[in-house]
């Protein structure tokens, strides 16, 4: 398995109308995630600095339990994490998701550097996210302050900006 860096900065956080970095990681079933494979279909890339933290569980809750929403925009969830797929599968087997879970353990971090949001010095990713069209194209970036907890309404609103495809 390889993780495609196409932002060499990583401290760079793609902004809307740049090509989202290509990727590939595994899911919390050990499964190969390519976003490029996921052309044709928005995607809603969703960092989160830990499973099984507070924060984190809240917005990830609040997806779970609005994941209509997101169906209906044709946008498929991916939450991605530094934790390994072993956590990732026990966080969503607790809480429920069914929405992939991704590992970015190893190398630490790597993807979240690419997309700018990699907290080097505690080795977490901030909760970021990035709502990417059916092109590859970033519509929608938020990236929150450490204990801040995202606004699902930003959701909303950037889903209702994209084309079903």
């Known amino acids: 398995m390889t993780q495609a860096a196409t932002v060499v900065d990583i401290d760079a956080v793609p902004a ?5 970095p290509d990727f590939e990681l595994l899911n919390q079933f050990g499964e190969p995630v390519k976003l490029s494979e996921l052309r044709g279909r928005n995607v809603v890339l969703v960092f989160f600095p ?13 997806i779970r339990d609005n994941l209509a929403l997101f169906e209906d925009a ?5 939450g991605i994490s530094v934790d390994s797929k072993f956590a990732q599968r026990a966080y969503a087997e607790k809480e429920g998701y069914s929405f992939d879970l991704l590992a970015d353990f190893w190398p630490h971090g790597a993807v979240a550097g690419q997309y700018g949001v990699l907290d080097a010095e505690s080795g977490m990713a ?8 059916a092109d590859g194209v970033v519509r929608y970036v938020v990236v929150n302050p450490r204990g801040q907890a ?14 079903r495809s």
């Open 126 to 133: 901030k909760r970021g996210t990035f709502v990417i069209d």
């Open 16 to 20: 809307v109308g740049d090509l989202a």
């Open 74 to 78: 044709d946008a498929v969830v991916l």
């Open 150 to 163: 995202r606004d699902f309404t930003g959701y909303r609103a950037a889903l209702a900006g994209l084309g």
């Open 50 to 62: 830990f499973a099984f933290s507070g924060i984190c569980t809240g917005e990830l809750c609040e």
